[in-house]
């Protein structure tokens, strides 16, 4: 019978690790740029996750003369403020906030097709 005891795994959590990983990644925060298909061809851009101590008016005007494209700020009850711009500007938004120094490349994840 001492042998069937010994058999019986101990209590082993397999998402202890991920748990833990989790917690610290909280501390990562991501710049999440999407795109967001509209009517037909029409396409809008979001970012979100910038700090909040930018001045989000002031990239947006950046980013609007920049890629001649219209755009604006949203403030989201769940995320937060939001830069909306007309078109697919993924490429172009993730370069012009690295070459500002807004963000590092390394904290930028892009989403969409």
């Given at each position: 019978?001492?042998?069937?005891?010994?058999?019986?795994?101990?209590?082993?959590?397999?998402?202890?690790e991920a748990n833990a990983e989790d917690s610290s990644a909280g501390s990562k925060e991501y710049v999440h740029i999407r795109i967001q298909q509209?009517?037909?061809r029409k396409s809008l851009t979001t970012v979100q996750g910038l700090k909040k101590e930018f001045s989000y008016n002031k990239i947006l005007?950046?980013?609007?003369?920049?890629f001649c494209c219209n755009g604006t700020v949203v403030q989201d009850p769940e995320l937060g403020q939001v830069i909306q711009l007309q078109g697919d500007q993924?490429?172009?938004?993730s370069?012009?906030?690295?070459?500002a120094g807004i963000v590092k490349k390394e904290r930028i994840?892009?989403?969409?097709?």
């Open positions: 019978m001492s042998e069937i005891d010994l058999q019986i795994p101990s209590a082993f959590d397999p998402f202890a509209r009517n037909g005007k950046d980013l609007k003369k920049e993924r490429k172009n938004v370069t012009f906030l690295v070459q994840k892009i989403h969409g097709f």
